[in-house]
């Protein structure tokens, strides 16, 4: 597994979602507000808070879906935060990996590793063998 430098704009990224996290954290009955901010290599950034429910959506999926909404189509890195995880750092649940793999195949993560360091890596190596569809 490739590990890529934390750059002071993965910082600043995982700043954005600590903020969105902080201005939209919402209670409710599932106490699990995650946040999450995806940069773009154009240098937009969007943020956005997950939806719960019973088919709840996760913070990534809301996320890619603001930005595409937007019209953007490339995408750099990505991170979901949530205020009691190490490093405020929470990684992408499977559905969320099978996602980003799908709408953008070549983006970088940013989470813990096994000891909590703080890492990014390449979404393939969060999801190797993923299922991919079959071109007819």
């Known amino acids: 597994m490739k590990f890529y430098e ?9 700043n954005v979602a600590l903020n969105t996290l902080q201005n939209n954290f919402d209670d409710g009955i599932y106490h699990h507000t995650v946040g999450a901010a ?3 290599p154009n240098g937009k950034i969007y943020s956005g808070v997950n939806c719960d429910g019973i088919h709840g959506s996760c913070a990534e999926y809301i996320t890619i879906g603001m930005a ?7 995408f750099d ?4 935060v949530h205020d009691k995880a190490p490093n405020c750092l929470v990684a992408p649940c499977g559905n969320c990996r099978q996602m980003l793999i799908e709408y ?3 983006i970088k993560v ?3 590793d096994e000891s909590n360091k703080v890492v990014k890596v390449h979404i393939k190596d969060l999801l190797p063998f993923a299922w991919k569809s079959v071109q007819v």
């Open 77 to 80: 890195t990505i991170v979901a």
């Open 38 to 40: 995806l940069s773009c």
């Open 110 to 112: 940013i989470l813990n």
């Open 104 to 106: 953008c195949p070549d």
């Open 6 to 14: 934390i750059t002071d704009k993965d910082k600043e990224l995982i």
């Open 68 to 74: 595409i909404s937007a019209g953007e189509r490339n």
